[in-house]
T-cell receptor, first 112, second 115 residues
Framework: DQQVKQNSPSLSVQEGRISILNCDYTNSMFDYFLWYKKYPAEGPTFLISISSIKDKNEDGRFTVFLNKSAKHLSLHIVPSQPGDSAVYFCAASEGYGNKLVFGAGTILRVKS | ETGVTQTPRHLVMGMTNKKSLKCEQHLGHNAMYWYKQSAKKPLELMFVYNFKEQTENNSVPSRFSPECPNSSHLFLHLHTLQPEDSALYLC??????????????FGPGTRLTVT
C-alpha cells in the first residue's frame, strides 16, 4: 500500500498563474517532507522541504504547506513559468536514516 | 565533474549477461543510495550506504549486488536479470541521516533494458 500518494497524475496551468500540487500520506510517523522536480533524461532535483514542526516553508516562488491533521501537503508555485514544466515528486521520511518514501509524481505543464 | 554522475546512461543486456552500473558523487557526502523507477511507479529505494556500510536492503533480489568501496563511489552489479528488471536506476547521495533527514541529490540515472 502506498504511504505517499499524489492523486493527480497531471496538471495544466497558464503561465503567470499559481500551480498547486498536492500530496497525501498515511504514515503519521512521517516528520520530514520534500519536493523534487524531474525533467526528462535527468535525475530528480531537490526543490524544497518542510519539517513536521512547521506548517509552511517558502523559498522564492515555491511554498510548501503542511497540514498534519489532514496528512496533506501541497506545493505552490507562483508565478508559474514554462520552465517549471516537469514531473514533481513528493517524498516523506520518518525520523532519521534518510529513507525517503516517494509518491508516483504529478506532471505539471505550464502553458505560455 | 560536479554533483552526482552515473555511467552508463543507457544499457541493454541479455538475461545471462553480467554488467555493472557506476555512480560517483562529488559533493562530499557520506551516504549513497540506489533507487529503481519503473514506468508509472514511485521511486523505490533499493539500498542505502552510510559511511561505506550498507544500512538498508529493501528486500532486493540477490541478482542485484551493490558495492561501495568508498564514500564517493557506488556500484550496482547485475547478473541473470529478468525482463521486469527493466527500469531507470537512479543513484543519490546525501549527508548521513544520523540525527535528521537530509535532502538527497540524484544522478541522471541509467536506463536499463533487459532482453
Amino acid at each position: 500500500d502506498q504511504q505517499v500518494k499524489q492523486n493527480s497524475p497531471s496538471l495544466s496551468v497558464q503561465e503567470g498563474r499559481i500551480s498547486i500540487l498536492n500530496c497525501d500520506y498515511t504514515n503519521s510517523m512521517f516528520d520530514y517532507f520534500l519536493w523534487y522536480k524531474k525533467y526528462p533524461a535527468e535525475g530528480p532535483t531537490f526543490l524544497i522541504s518542510i519539517s513536521s514542526i512547521k506548517d509552511k516553508n517558502e523559498d522564492g516562488r515555491f511554498t510548501v504547506f503542511l497540514n498534519k491533521s489532514a496528512k496533506h501537503l501541497s506545493l505552490h508555485i507562483v508565478p508559474s513559468q514554462p520552465g517549471d514544466s516537469a514531473v514533481y515528486f513528493c517524498a516523506a521520511s520518518e525520523g532519521y536514516g534518510n529513507k525517503l518514501v516517494f509518491g508516483a509524481g504529478t506532471i505539471l505543464r505550464v502553458k505560455s | 565533474e560536479t554533483g552526482v554522475t552515473q555511467t552508463p546512461r543507457h544499457l541493454v543486456m541479455g538475461m545471462t549477461n553480467k554488467k555493472s552500473l557506476k555512480c560517483e558523487q562529488h559533493l562530499g557526502h557520506n551516504a549513497m543510495y540506489w533507487y529503481k523507477q519503473s514506468a508509472k511507479k514511485p521511486l523505490e529505494l533499493m539500498f542505502v550506504y552510510n559511511f561505506k556500510e550498507q544500512t538498508e536492503n529493501n528486500s532486493v533480489p540477490s541478482r542485484f549486488s551493490p558495492e561501495c568501496p568508498n564514500s564517493s563511489h557506488l556500484f550496482l552489479h547485475l547478473h541473470t536479470l529478468q525482463p521486469e528488471d527493466s527500469a531507470l536506476y537512479l543513484c543519490a547521495s546525501s549527508q548521513a541521516g544520523l540525527a535528521r533527514t537530509y535532502e538527497q541529490y540524484f544522478g541522471p540515472g541509467t536506463r536499463l533494458t533487459v532482453t
